[in-house]
């Protein structure tokens, strides 16, 4: 055992258990180490060394008398390992991180099966054609149009035969009263339902009032969403 402090911090652990350095009781490996310190080890710093180091002490008077080999030097005794690290660095690494954390997953690198990718694309394709086939309800509006005759002498029923013949995409027709304004004069108040997108009110009103020989104009009495 040699007076540096790094011997001392290599033996310190030693002392943890056992009070020698061989066999069950004080012997010359212990008198060889303890002639190698010039000074008893720090209480604070190796206190097992410390209190081996103080038990030898006690047996000096029967140095030449214990058991052993007095001629062999004081470096063959000692822990045949240790797992004190002289230099942090020079400490060898968890196993490279436990292999670099083990690769549980497989590697991104690894090349899919074609078969399974042909697969999942095949899926997929199937999911967006099935979603697209899926479309919303149309959104619908039910309207009531005023349409107004020029006086009490435009015949009503043609008026009413030559709306109808409007047709548009979108565009069912409901049904009509003539509804009085005075004077003798009645309106057609008709009811119908629209495809919002497909419709536009503005363009049925117009085609309506290209009747000129009956209608006056046309307006909108009532619309709601459907």
Not at 82 to 107: I, Q
Not at 169 to 184: H, I, M, N
Request: charged content about 30%; proline content about 6%.
């Amino acid at each position: 055992m040699t007076t540096t402090n790094s011997a001392l911090r290599t033996s310190d652990p030693c002392h943890e258990q056992i009070s020698k350095i061989e066999l069950y009781g004080p012997s010359q490996a212990d008198v060889a180490s303890f002639k190698q310190l010039k000074e008893a080890p720090s209480a604070a710093k190796y206190p097992h060394a410390y209190r081996w180091y103080k038990h030898m002490s006690s047996h000096q008077s029967e140095f030449s008398s214990l058991p052993g080999d007095p001629s062999k030097a004081y470096t063959t005794y000692g822990p045949e390992a240790t797992s004190v690290t002289m230099n942090p660095k020079d400490a060898p690494k968890e196993a490279e991180e436990e292999e670099e954390d083990e690769d549980l997953f497989g590697s991104d690198d690894e090349e899919e099966d074609p078969e399974v990718v042909k697969q999942r694309e095949a899926n997929l394709a199937a999911y967006k054609e099935k979603k697209a086939g899926k479309s919303k309800p149309a959104a619908k509006s039910i309207v009531t149009l005023d349409v107004k005759p020029w006086d009490d002498e435009t015949d009503m029923k043609e008026l009413e035969a030559n709306m109808r013949t409007i047709e548009m995409d979108g565009l069912t027709w409901g049904g009509s009263t003539l509804v009085p304004v005075g004077f003798g004069i009645k309106k057609l108040q008709v009811t119908l339902v629209v495809e919002d997108e497909k419709v536009s009110i503005d363009d049925l009103q117009a085609k309506i009032e290209e009747d000129e020989d009956h209608v006056q104009s046309t307006d909108v009495a009532a619309m709601q969403k459907l």
